[in-house]
Each structure stands twice: as structure tokens, then as C-alpha cells.
């Protein structure tokens, strides 16, 4: 049986990356080596590194503008660290949008290197929608946002426009849609949403927001080492990298994020609709804040859940339950996720309708 696979991270993958990189782990570019035990230092995996960094700057429009990317170790969470260290001054102030867990994380993660000010925050409604008309004082040394909340499901629409860096955490929703990526002064991204597996992190920075904190940074968190050392300044994850790359390849020829973009909104349009429509469920994010990578959702009355529950494993369908933290259902469309699937999980809410 066919699975739909509805998981939040590590997600799923288009089929021709499984395929590629279960054929590297055999043998890497006919070398007789597999992927998972050649010298990072090897001609093949530099090639892999060059590659992988200037494809993602290509895929974003930002190639000659000043950007450079970087693929690291440490997941979000290490960037939660690593931005403050980076980025704000010694007696300095951080702004922080608080839009969700991950935004909250980051937040923590800033206040010992200074003042960290949340200009707003949607924790008291239980993050349900992001908060508006917030002012970002002209003087902080950067502002953080989280562009997409996987475990409420919502999602930024419009950032502001400001005079200071805008710092962007687009972990679960990065080459998903179209946006001015030249608003961004870092953005940084777990692999494991549109990219690749778990083990490397996306960082996109613009070299002239870096070395101005005068604070002294161990060379492991300086985003200016790292990019001294094309990503090598410790031994790379390999294996994360090149998957990367693979998937930024079927990306690409794809018709890159414009076209992912048009077939991500047909599915979260047709979730949606059947959300709405379907007198078992509803919606759990504002309308308006509604993440098109993750649609959160619960039923009306919880003991219709065994059958719902029955229905979905039955048709295949694999990762849909809420975070722990909040229950219901998650389903996460990312990029590699079918329109099939989705109306899979649609024709089971409907089948649902007819048993209840």
C-alpha cells in the first residue's frame, strides 16, 4: 500500500532523492566508494559543497548580492545561540517576534547576551495567529521572526520592512513560496522540512551585518570562520549535504519556488476547503495566519477520534496526529508531499461524514 506520509520532521522526500542517495550510499559518482565514507576533503564532496551553496543562494534570487550560504551542524537550535553571538552588541538590544515554541526557544536562547525585547507575542491565545501592528524599535541591533509555526500552524504573510537586519528562522517553510529574500539579512533552516534528513542546517547571511558586535566568538560559532572555510571549518555532514543537494536539484528543475509555490497552495486549498466545509472538524489557526506547510486541526466531538483514526492508518496515512503539546491533527504538506496524498486524507474526512 501506497503511504501518505504527513510527518512534521524528519519529513518526506521526492522519491528520485531516495533513490540517488540509496545509490550513493552504495557508490558515490562510480568512485566504489559509498557517500558515507569519502574524505570531505575529497574532489567529488567539494564539488558537492560548491554546488549546494550556490544553488541555494540561485533558488532564493540572491546569487552576487552579498550573500553567502553556509550548511552546518546543530539544527535550528544552535542558531537560536549562534545568532545573538553574531549579531548583538555587548549592551545591545535584540527584537524577537513571538509567534510559537521555536520562536520561544530562540528567545531564551538571546537574553543572556543582552536585552531581548518580544515586540509581541501570541502566546496568551496559545499561539492561534500571529500578531500584527507591531513596532520594532529603529535601534536594536536585529529582529527575529519565525516565518512558519509547525506545531500551531500558522505562518507569517507579510514582513516588515525595516532599517535594521532582519534576522528569519524559515526552518519548516524555506523554498516553499515566493518572497523578496532580499528582505532577509540571515536566514537560517533546518534541513529536515523541504531539504534533506536531519544533520544539516541552512544558513544564508549577508556578509555586511557580520563583525560589528565587538564581542569575541569562539571560531565553532563565528559565522565569519565558516565562511572563511567554505563550510569546512570542521568535518561536514556529509550525507545531510549531498541529500541537500539532491533535493535542491529536483527543485530547480521543478521550475524552482514559483513553481512548488503554485502546487503547495493547491494543496493546502483543498485541506482547507475540507476543513471548513466538513461539520466534524475545524480549524484550529486564524484564517488569515493559516500555514500552508502545516494545517492543524481538531475534531468537534473527540469520540468520533477511534473511527477517524481507523479511517486515516487504513488509507495508508502515516504522521498525522498533533504535537504532543497540543493534540488534534497536523497534517504537513511540504514540498515533496503529492497533491494525491492530500486528497487521500480528503476523501477519508468525507468517508467520515458517512459513518458517523
Request: charge should be negative.
Amino acid at each position: 500500500m501506497k503511504k501518505h506520509n504527513y510527518s512534521a520532521g524528519p519529513c518526506i522526500l521526492p522519491q528520485e532523492v531516495f533513490e540517488k542517495a540509496a545509490q550513493a550510499v552504495l557508490n558515490f559518482n562510480d568512485s566504489g566508494l559509498s557517500i558515507l565514507e569519502i574524505s570531505h576533503r575529497s574532489k567529488d564532496f567539494v564539488a558537492v559543497m560548491e554546488e549546494a551553496r550556490a544553488l541555494a543562494l540561485e533558488l532564493l534570487g540572491l546569487t552576487g548580492k552579498g550573500y553567502q550560504a553556509l550548511f552546518l551542524q546543530g539544527g535550528a537550535s544552535l542558531e537560536f545561540l549562534r545568532v545573538p553571538y553574531n549579531l548583538l552588541k555587548e549592551n545591545g538590544q535584540a527584537a524577537y517576534l513571538d509567534t510559537g515554541t521555536w520562536a520561544n526557544a530562540a528567545i531564551k536562547e538571546a537574553k543572556p547576551f543582552g536585552e531581548t525585547l518580544v515586540v509581541a507575542s501570541s502566546k496568551p491565545e496559545n499561539y492561534n495567529h500571529i500578531p500584527k501592528n507591531y513596532t520594532v524599535p529603529a535601534t536594536a541591533d536585529y529582529f527575529h521572526c519565525t516565518s512558519n509555526n509547525t506545531i500551531f500552524g500558522t505562518q507569517i504573510k507579510e514582513f516588515p520592512a525595516l532599517d535594521i537586519p532582519v534576522v528569519c528562522d524559515m526552518s519548516s517553510d524555506i523554498f516553499s513560496r515566493q518572497l523578496d529574500f532580499t528582505k532577509f539579512d540571515l536566514i537560517y533552516a533546518g534541513a529536515q522540512k523541504n531539504m534533506g534528513p536531519a544533520g544539516t542546517t541552512l544558513i544564508v547571511v549577508k556578509e555586511s551585518i557580520l563583525g560589528t558586535t565587538g564581542r569575541n566568538i569562539p571560531n565553532i560559532l563565528n559565522y565569519q570562520q565558516h565562511i572563511e572555510k567554505e563550510s569546512m571549518y570542521n568535518t561536514p555532514p556529509v550525507f545531510a549535504v549531498y541529500t541537500s543537494l539532491l533535493t535542491l536539484q529536483w527543485l530547480k528543475n521543478l521550475g524552482g519556488i514559483p513553481a512548488i509555490e503554485k502546487i503547495n497552495e493547491a494543496k493546502a486549498t483543498l485541506l482547507y476547503t475540507e476543513i471548513d466545509r466538513n461539520p466534524l472538524f475545524r480549524g484550529t489557526a486564524a484564517k488569515e495566519d493559516r500555514s500552508n506547510m502545516n494545517a492543524t486541526f481538531l475534531l468537534n466531538d473527540e469520540a468520533h477520534a477511534p473511527v477517524f483514526d481507523g479511517l486515516w492508518k487504513a488509507a495508508g496515512i502515516s504522521g498525522l496526529p498533533g504535537h504532543r503539546s497540543v493534540g488534534g491533527y497536523r497534517a504537513s504538506m511540504y514540498n515533496a508531499l503529492p497533491l494525491e496524498s492530500v486528497q487521500v486524507l480528503v476523501d477519508v474526512m468525507k468517508d467520515l461524514e458517512t459513518k458517523v
